[in-house]
């Protein structure tokens, strides 16, 4: 009688445990990056801009080759030009792809309509970084060249 009470003691212990959820880094860095892209499409670049280390790295083709690091003022200072250009701009997110611990990688599309009146959309993938709650890196890839 004890071993029975004993087997299911434990079996309902292991099944109560196995089946809660334990938070994970990656939710928590899917949080973070949708709440980056709120403040993207909000254009609020500073707090977008708080949400990096003080120093990241990027990848980025608008910056040059290779990998530039950029403060969160000059982050700041990127996007609020980009923002006078069009003024409508955002950024539609179609996946999200957790990896591992620190990394989340990224699928969307960016559109906006410039000033002469032509619209654009341009399909992008960005690796973020996140150590700590910040994005420490940030390379992003798309076709830059035109046709």
């Known amino acids: 009688m004890k071993n029975l009470f004993f087997t299911i003691l434990v079996s309902i212990l292991f099944t109560s445990c ?8 990656e939710t928590d860095n899917t ?19 708080e949400m990096y280390t ?3 790295e990027f990848k980025d083709p608008t910056l040059g080759a290779g ?6 003022a ?4 990127k996007y609020s030009e980009l923002n ?8 539609e997110v179609v996946q999200m792809y957790p990896s591992g611990e620190k990394h989340i990688i990224v699928e969307f599309i960016s559109s906006g309509t ?3 009146g032509s619209k654009f959309e341009l399909p992008i993938c960005t690796i973020f970084t996140i150590e700590n709650e910040k994005i420490t890196k940030d390379f992003t890839y798309f076709d830059n ?3």
């Open 114 to 116: 410039a000033p002469d």
């Open 84 to 91: 006078k250009i069009f003024p409508d701009l955002k950024d």
């Open 18 to 25: 196995y089946n809660k959820k334990q938070p994970t880094m």
């Open 145 to 147: 060249f035109e046709e």
């Open 74 to 77: 000059e982050t700041i200072k």
């Open 54 to 56: 003080e120093t990241s």
């Open 31 to 49: 949080t973070l990056i949708k709440q980056y892209f709120q403040h993207f499409n909000d254009h609020n670049w500073k707090k977008m801009a």
């Open 67 to 72: 990998i530039v690091k950029q403060t969160r």
